[in-house]
DNA sequence: TCTGGGGTCCTAGGACCC
DNA sequence: TCTGGGGTCCTAGGACCC
């Protein structure tokens, strides 16, 4: 058996934790770049508001109900996170963290009779030590946990928690249930099996998975077993290390010159290197893209991504900035007017694998770079001030040309020493 | 006027091998 | 007149997830 633990409304529960003002407010979360929202409490859901749906369609419903606007802090729901994964630790021996405010359970060694009991007590842990909300979905596979926990969360009757042993209980839920909504299918798969007549997740679970494989992939075939409660997916409790590092950003506004790409891109390059370092990580190929603004216009950049091998594989952020901005150099074109823009590091391995060039030089300078790099990083975490490459430009974060808009940012409660909230 | 950012997995197809 | 069969590895692109 397995339990999915998924917390209800996570940004803006963790918005209204240290704001009990905001309980049984409308409260929304909106995308970095404070573009669109990604998460809203149930009385913002209740008033019309959708996730995904574009800030400035929202607008007139914001206004006229008084919703309360936060951007992004993600510091403060990383560090809920943990504290959520944590106290789960603490009734289960294995959990796999599936994401920033989900987690699956083992429950594979308990009687029947106490999972429900179980699902209750991590409500009610969660819920005291930490201060947000969860749903618990126990079911014999993690496709069906999911749609056990979707259970949970749509019909208070169950009290936040949903146990799918019983058959016959199965059946009627998948019943009910749009194909659309099974984990794993989206939009594009959603369509091709209503054309095939496949339209709630019992017709899904009832389809030949022979058929399915053919028509679609390995995927989908394994999903239609688990629908079957034959469990393809096993907890996965650590994780691989991870294979690859993105950093973009949208911009502000529009940009169309050369120079100020030049220095977002290093920017974005050495962010990305720095997450990489944490890790232990070196880096072997670096690519590059540029999305042309506006959004849906037909004016198109084309290529808009290279890559490039960097041989030997480095943790030395001169490198991927050089490499990074060489290949800027190639893909910018004048004329255009530039909305987004990345780096992708691929191709990451240990310190342990990296294999030397051909030519080579042995040793050396890839230590005195590692040398430099640890006193860069030590720089900057220490809180005593910021070091970086001077192709960034000097200008602070918040003065780029390039800065992410977060009009309406909360305070890092948790995570930054000044923001420490204050009782009386 | 205005639509995020960071990931994973799978498949097809090309290049190459013996 | 006439040119196989069975593989691996890599990358791009698509689909999906939160």
């Given at each position: 058996?397995?339990?999915?633990v998924d917390c209800?409304?996570?940004?803006?529960?963790?918005e209204?934790?240290?704001?009990?003002?905001?309980?049984?407010?409308?409260?929304v979360?909106l995308?970095n770049?404070d573009?669109?929202?990604?998460?809203?409490?149930a009385?913002?859901?209740?008033?019309?508001?959708?996730?995904?749906m574009?800030v400035h369609?929202?607008?007139d419903?914001?206004?006229r109900?008084k919703?309360?606007?936060f951007?992004s802090?993600y510091?403060?729901?990383g560090?809920?996170?943990?504290?959520?994964?944590?106290?789960?630790?603490t009734?289960?021996?294995q959990?796999?963290v599936y994401?920033?405010?989900?987690?699956?359970?083992?429950?594979?060694?308990m009687?029947?009779?106490?999972?429900?009991?179980l699902?209750?007590?991590?409500r009610?842990?969660i819920?005291?030590w930490?201060?947000v909300?969860?749903?618990?979905?126990i079911a014999?596979?993690k496709v069906?946990?999911?749609?056990?926990n979707?259970a949970?969360?749509?019909y208070?009757?169950?009290?936040?928690?949903?146990v799918?042993?019983?058959?016959?209980r199965?059946?009627?839920?998948?019943?009910?249930t749009?194909?659309?909504r099974v984990?794993?299918?989206?939009?594009?798969?959603s369509g091709?099996?209503e054309?095939?007549g496949?339209e709630?997740?019992?017709d899904?679970?009832r389809?030949?998975?022979g058929m399915?494989?053919r028509?679609f992939?390995?995927?989908?075939?394994r999903?239609?077993?688990e629908?079957?409660?034959e469990?393809?997916?096993?907890?996965?409790?650590q994780?691989?290390?991870?294979?690859?590092?993105?950093?973009?950003?949208?911009f502000g506004?529009?940009?169309?010159?050369?120079?100020?790409?030049r220095?977002?891109l290093s920017d974005?390059?050495f962010?990305?290197?720095?997450?990489?370092?944490?890790?232990?990580l070196?880096?072997?190929?670096?690519?590059v893209?540029?999305?042309?603004?506006?959004?849906?216009?037909?004016?198109?950049l084309?290529?808009d991504?290279?890559?490039?091998?960097?041989s030997?594989?480095?943790a030395d952020t001169?490198v991927v900035v050089?490499?990074?901005?060489?290949?800027l150099?190639q893909l910018?074109?004048?004329?255009y007017?530039?909305?987004?823009?990345?780096?992708?590091l691929?191709?990451?391995?240990?310190?342990?694998q990296?294999?030397d060039?051909?030519?080579?030089?042995?040793?050396?300078?890839?230590?005195?770079?590692?040398?430099?790099?640890?006193v860069?990083?030590?720089i900057?975490?220490?809180?005593?001030g910021?070091?970086?490459?001077?192709g960034r430009?000097m200008?602070?974060?918040?003065?780029s040309?390039?800065a992410?808009?977060?009009?309406?940012l909360?305070?890092?409660?948790?995570?930054?020493?000044c923001?420490l909230?204050?009782?009386?």
């Open positions: 058996m397995f339990a999915l209800n409304s996570f940004y803006a529960a963790c209204r934790l240290f704001r009990p003002d905001l309980q049984g407010q409308p409260v979360v995308s770049n573009g669109c929202i990604v998460a809203g409490s009385e913002a859901k209740a008033l019309g508001v959708k996730t995904g574009p369609q929202a607008r419903l914001i206004a109900h919703i309360v606007v951007s802090n510091a403060l729901y560090d809920i996170s943990q504290r959520v994964m944590a106290t789960l630790e009734l289960v021996p959990v796999e994401s920033i405010d989900e987690a699956f359970l083992d429950l594979s060694l009687g029947e009779a106490e999972l429900l009991p699902a209750q007590q991590v009610a842990r819920a005291r930490v201060g909300p969860v749903c618990v979905g014999p596979t069906l946990a999911k749609l056990a979707h949970a969360k749509r208070p009757a169950t009290g936040g928690t949903v799918l042993t019983d058959p016959a199965r059946e009627r839920l998948l019943a009910l749009p194909v659309s984990w794993g299918v989206g939009r594009r798969l091709g099996l054309a095939l496949i709630t997740a019992l899904l679970a389809a030949d998975s399915i494989r028509r992939s390995v995927v989908q075939e999903l239609v077993r629908l079957n409660g469990p393809c997916l096993s907890l996965d409790t994780p691989s290390p991870r294979q690859q590092v993105i950093h973009s950003r949208s506004e529009p940009v169309t010159a050369l120079p100020p790409l220095q977002a974005f390059a962010r990305a290197m720095e997450s990489l370092r944490k890790e232990n070196y880096t072997g190929r670096v690519t893209y540029l999305r042309t603004a506006p959004m849906g216009k037909p004016q198109q084309f290529p991504t290279l890559s490039a091998a960097l030997p594989a480095t001169r050089h490499q990074a901005l060489a290949l150099a910018w074109k004048p004329g007017r530039y909305g987004k823009a990345g780096v992708i691929t191709d990451l391995r240990g310190r342990d990296i294999q060039g051909l030519f080579a030089q042995q040793g050396e300078p890839d230590d005195r770079g590692n040398a430099l790099m640890t860069m990083d030590t900057n975490q220490s809180g005593a910021k070091v970086w490459l001077a430009g200008q602070t974060d918040q003065r040309a390039w992410m808009r977060r009009a309406h909360s305070p890092a409660y948790t995570s930054r020493w923001d909230p204050v009782a009386r």
